[in-house]
């Protein structure tokens, strides 16, 4: 998160140099391995280390909730057909956590809609009214042991490290 937060200068640059790191990182899709994430290896649980995401950087420098972000987490399970991204703050073990279905569309890409969201309070997870449905898709780019790089349909990038492998 400290890398997230470092970064925020060279996340909010011109639209030249936004569009020269985004043409980086389609760039190398073709160089990329023929390994196809959705059938097995995206899944599990993934730690957020770098983000294009304008309300990531908010979240993480306090502007949004005013509170400290410990970590960004996300969790996919294929065989259940679920992702759960899950935000922890840092004090009294508050976390925010949003799941939702998810839908294989091809080797690289997965679409979801979140239809839960939950506070985590010392331990206990209380449900939240869902207002707004989020969603999208992301196509993973690059996945190569530990490391993920995906880019997701608001054209945000974001570079993840594998937590855990499902056995």
């Known amino acids: 998160l ?18 020269a790191r985004h043409g980086s990182v389609g760039d190398s899709r073709s160089s990329g391995s023929s390994l196809a994430p959705t059938e097995g290896p995206l899944e599990g649980s993934w730690r957020l280390l770098w983000t294009t995401e304008d309300s990531i950087h908010k979240l993480v ?8 972000v410990q970590d960004i987490q996300q969790h996919i399970d294929l065989s259940a057909n679920r992702v759960t ?5 840092g004090w009294l073990g508050v976390q925010l956590q949003a799941s ?19 506070l985590g309070l010392l331990g206990t997870m209380l449900p939240l009214p869902l ?3 989020g969603g999208g898709w992301t196509d993973c780019v690059i996945l190569q042991d530990g490391l993920r790089i995906m880019q997701n349909s608001r054209q945000d990038t974001l570079i993840l490290e594998r937590l855990t492998r499902p056995e």
């Open 2 to 19: 400290q890398l997230v937060a470092q970064m925020k200068a060279a996340v909010v640059s011109s639209s030249s140099s936004s569009s």
């Open 85 to 89: 991204n899950k935000i922890q703050f």
């Open 131 to 133: 207002y707004v449905r």
């Open 61 to 68: 420098n306090g502007q949004l909730l005013g509170a400290p």
């Open 100 to 118: 939702g279905p998810l839908i294989v569309k091809s080797p690289s890409r997965i679409a979801y809609s979140f239809d839960k969201l939950s």
